[in-house]
C-alpha cells in the first residue's frame, strides 16, 4: 500500500507537478504514511487522533505531513466523504483547525457539479483512499512564495488534459 501510494506520488503528484510544495517533503523524506485497517468507528476516531498527536508532536523537520491510507470500509466515495466530514468534525471539536488542515484523494474521486468523465478527477485520485494531513502553518510559509496559488488546481486540468486520457489512465488505472 505504502508502496504504491509512493509511486503515485513521484509518477503523478511530483512527476507532473500537481503539486508544487510536494517534491522537497518528499525528497527529504519528511512524509509520514500511515494505514488503517479498522472500520469500527472507536478505532477510526482513535486512529485519526493518534495520526494528528504524531504529526503535531513531531519535529516539522522529521514529519511535515501525514497520508492517512484506509484498506476497507471506505472504497465508495460516498462512505469516504461522510469519513472524511467527521474527521473535519473531529478536528474542529479538537480546536485543530488553525493547525491542520486535511486534503482528500481517493480512486473514485469526483467534484461536485463536474462530469463524471472530466479528467479534473484525477488531480484527487489516488491509488487508496487517503487523508493528507498539512500542518497549516507550514502551508502558510510555502504559499507566501506562490504568486498565484489558486492557479494551481487550473494549471493541474491544463496539464491533464495535454497529457491526453489514455496517458492519464495510464499512470492512474485505479481512476479509471
Known amino acids: ?47 485519526f487522533l493518534d495520526e494528528l498527536q504524531r504529526l503535531l508532536g513531531a519535529n516539522e523537520n522529521d514529519v511535515a505531513t501525514s497520508l492517512l491510507m484506509f484498506t476497507q470500509g471506505v472504497e465508495a466515495f460516498e462512505d469516504y466523504l461522510d469519513l472524511l466530514d467527521w474527521f473535519q468534525q473531529l478536528l474542529e471539536d479538537a480546536d ?9 484523494f481517493h480512486p473514485h474521486y469526483q467534484f461536485e457539479g463536474v462530469d463524471a468523465e472530466d479528467l479534473s478527477h484525477f488531480t484527487n485520485r489516488a491509488p487508496y483512499p487517503t487523508i493528507h494531513l498539512l500542518r497549516q502553518d ?22 491533464l488534459k495535454k497529457l491526453g486520457r ?6 492512474c488505472p485505479w481512476g479509471k
Open 1 to 47: 500500500m505504502v508502496k504504491t501510494t509512493r509511486l503515485w506520488l513521484d509518477q503523478m503528484v511530483v512527476g507532473l507537478n500537481l503539486c508544487p510544495f510536494s517534491l522537497s517533503v518528499i525528497a527529504r523524506n519528511q512524509v509520514h504514511y500511515a494505514v488503517c485497517d479498522a472500520t469500527a468507528d472507536a478505532e477510526l476516531r482513535q486512529f
Open 96 to 104: 485543530l483547525t488553525d493547525h491542520v488542515q486535511l486534503a482528500s
Open 138 to 159: 507550514h502551508m502558510a510559509r510555502i504559499l507566501t512564495h506562490v504568486s498565484n496559488p489558486e492557479k494551481i488546481y487550473l494549471d493541474n486540468i491544463e496539464t
Open 166 to 171: 489514455p496517458q492519464v489512465e495510464a499512470l
